[in-house]
């Protein structure tokens, strides 16, 4: 499975940003996680095709996934953003057997 990202870039504290990746093929979980510099990588959200949707604490409230299994592509619109959402985000995939899948990490810098 192949994964393609875009979206990203810079924006202002208080702004919007969307991400999308596109899927070579349908897989069970796709979402999106973050690393910081100096930090862990961490969960951002994720979704399944069933449309279950799991958030980290952090961006509860102000981010949204959602995905389009007609085109295997999930979207997550970044809103209230703030420095601390400063990094690099990456797009991951799951499939039902577990195995998993990365895209190319696209940054994401939160500054006035």
């Known amino acids: 499975v192949q994964l393609q990202a875009s979206g990203g870039g810079l924006v202002q504290p208080g702004g919007s940003l969307r991400l999308s990746c596109a899927a070579s093929?349908?897989?069970?979980?796709m979402g999106w996680y973050r690393q910081a510099p100096g930090k862990q990588r961490e969960l951002v959200a994720r979704?399944?095709?069933?449309?279950?949707?799991n958030y980290g604490d952090s961006v509860q409230g102000r981010f949204t996934i959602s995905r389009d299994n007609a085109k295997n592509t999930v979207y997550l619109q970044m809103n209230s953003l703030k420095p601390e959402d400063t990094a690099v985000y990456y797009c991951?995939?799951?499939?039902?057997?577990?195995?998993?899948?990365w895209g190319q990490g696209t940054q994401v810098t939160v500054s006035s």
């Open positions: 991951f995939a799951r499939s039902i057997t577990w195995e998993d899948y």
């Open positions: 979704i399944t095709t069933g449309g279950i949707t």
């Open positions: 093929e349908s897989i069970f979980r």
